[in-house]
């Protein structure tokens, strides 16, 4: 298990607009975040990114990027966002989400960038709300990976 921080809960009103954060929101299960323009419209009902790799797109790109600007849900800091993998968990608050897409295929539809940096594309993590519950800044956040292994791989097959 990893632990981080929840440093922002953003929602947008449209599907064009940037998301701005609303400093909490309520996760609904599934439905996504009450409030927001891609809530109930699919599987992708939550969209979490970390929050050194916004602070990293600043720096590396000289542009004014927040949580919310590359159309991301959360943004979580402390966690290593590169080891979350798909049926992953992670606790958010009270809220559990299940994790059921890494990044997006750069052809996909609504495929939202900042200055022309999309960090949804490569890092973002794209999840399903299993528990709802309402979340804020500075909310505790853990990862736990799926039960990976021989027992999972033989029921597969």
Do not use: W
Not at 46 to 62: M, Q
Not at 71 to 76: H, K, S, W
């Amino acid at each position: 298990m990893a632990h981080g921080t929840l440093m922002a809960v953003c929602a947008s009103k449209e599907r064009t607009e940037p998301k701005v954060d609303i400093g909490s929101g309520e996760l609904r299960a599934n439905y996504g975040l009450v409030g927001d323009a891609h809530a109930g419209t699919g599987a992708f009902e939550v969209s979490l990114i970390a929050y050194e790799s916004i602070s990293r797109a600043r720096e590396e790109f000289g542009i004014d990027a927040r949580p919310g600007c590359f159309a991301d849900n959360l943004a979580v800091q402390g966690l290593d966002v590169g080891a979350i993998r798909v049926g992953d968990r992670i606790h958010v608050g009270p809220a559990i989400l299940e994790v059921v897409q890494i990044g997006k295929p750069p052809d996909a539809p609504h495929t939202y960038d900042f200055h022309g940096v999309s960090l949804l594309r490569q890092e973002g993590v794209f999840c399903r709300v299993i528990r709802g519950g309402l979340i804020r800044r500075g909310d505790p956040v853990t990862h736990i990976p799926a039960e990976r292994g021989s027992r999972q791989e033989e029921q597969s097959q």
